[in-house]
Structures are given as structure tokens and as C-alpha cells.
């Protein structure tokens, strides 16, 4: 789970997933045999995945693409796939979350 630093605090400990979210990711995950464990940090989505996969010496990063009507803030900031993809040397999976298909606009494209 990522969470943004916000400048106007000074709240810098990231909040996590609820127990209750936990419970669900872990059964899901147990169901594939899936070992799961959760990493909570604050700031930049793409250099703290880098790291923890860094540290982990991950084989690959996975992630969701982002949902139509999608924060505002990612817009600008960019897709954290595509700043993966062209900034550290590990392969990135990006699973489609909600697809639109062909026909449809973009979510960026309603902003």
C-alpha cells in the first residue's frame, strides 16, 4: 500500500490496511498458495516498490492499472507502471483493473 506524503502535515507513519482488508488479500492469496506480506510506505509509488523489490530481490513487480475517474493527482504525476517500466531493470506485469475496451474513451481523456 502506498500512501502520499502530504506537505501540510506532520503525519509521516503510513496507516496500512484495514484488518479487515488484510483478511481478504490473505485469503485470497492462500487460495493460490501465495505467501503474502504487507509493506506500507509514504511517498513516491514507483521509487518504493523499486526499493522493496530491491530488497527482496524480486523476480518481478505486478500492478493494477488505474480505475476510470482515477485521482486527479496521478494525471499529473504520471502512471506509476509506465515510470517502473522505464525506470528500474525489472519486469513490470500491469493487470487491467476495470477495462473500457477499444470503443470507450480513456480515463485521461475525461479530465
Known sequence: MMEPIDPDTADTTPRGLSDGDETTVRAAA????????????????????????????????????????????????????????????RPVLVVPVDPVGFDASLPWDTL
Open 30 to 89: 492462500s487460495t493460490y498458495g501465495v505467501d503474502v506480506s504487507f509493506v506500507p510506505r509514504i511517498g513516491d509509488a514507483s521509487r518504493a516498490l523499486s526499493q522493496v523489490a530491491e530488497d527482496r530481490d524480486a523476480v518481478m513487480l505486478v500492478v493494477g492499472t488505474r480505475t476510470a475517474g482515477g485521482r486527479i493527482a496521478e494525471f499529473f504525476t504520471g502512471s506509476v507502471a509506465a515510470r517502473l517500466a522505464h525506470q528500474q531493470h
